[in-house]
Structure formats: C-alpha cells, structure tokens
C-alpha cells in the first residue's frame, strides 16, 4: 500500500509547534455600542442600527461612509 504524499505532521499541528494560528490571532479592538457612535457623530442610534446592518437605500453615502470610517478606525 502506497502512503500519502502529504506529511506526517498537518499544517495544523505545525500552527501549533510554532505558536501561531490564524484563528488566534489577537487584534487591539474595544467594543463601542451604537448609541455611544451615534452619540459620537451627532446622529440617531436607528441610523447607525441601519448602515451596520447593511441598508444603503435613503441614507447619503457621506453619512454611511462617516459611521463605517468611524467603527473601523476605533
């Protein structure tokens, strides 16, 4: 019987011998509430509940792109 090509060691297990792993990665963030943006940018907490939750339809691209701007860079 002919044995795999692949090694004997999984790309997992190497993640794990060197201490790194995609999913572990840790990223600086702080949790923000929607009220506290919209406190923030003088707007309502409705409007920062809809341009999170995807809907561009009826709200200017300035104000959108000010709340997404907003959330990513805090």
């Not at 923030?40 to 959108?64: C, E, F, M, P």
Request: glycine content about 6%.
């Amino acid at each position: 019987m002919l044995r795999p090509a692949y090694p004997k060691v999984f790309p997992a297990k190497i993640w794990q011998l060197d201490g790194f792993h995609p999913f572990n990665l840790t990223v600086q963030s702080r949790k923000i509430s929607q009220a506290q943006i919209a406190r923030d940018l003088g707007i309502s907490q409705g409007l920062v509940s809809l341009v999170l939750n995807g809907r561009r339809h009826g709200i200017k691209a300035s104000t959108y792109e000010r709340i997404w701007q907003y959330t990513h860079s805090s």
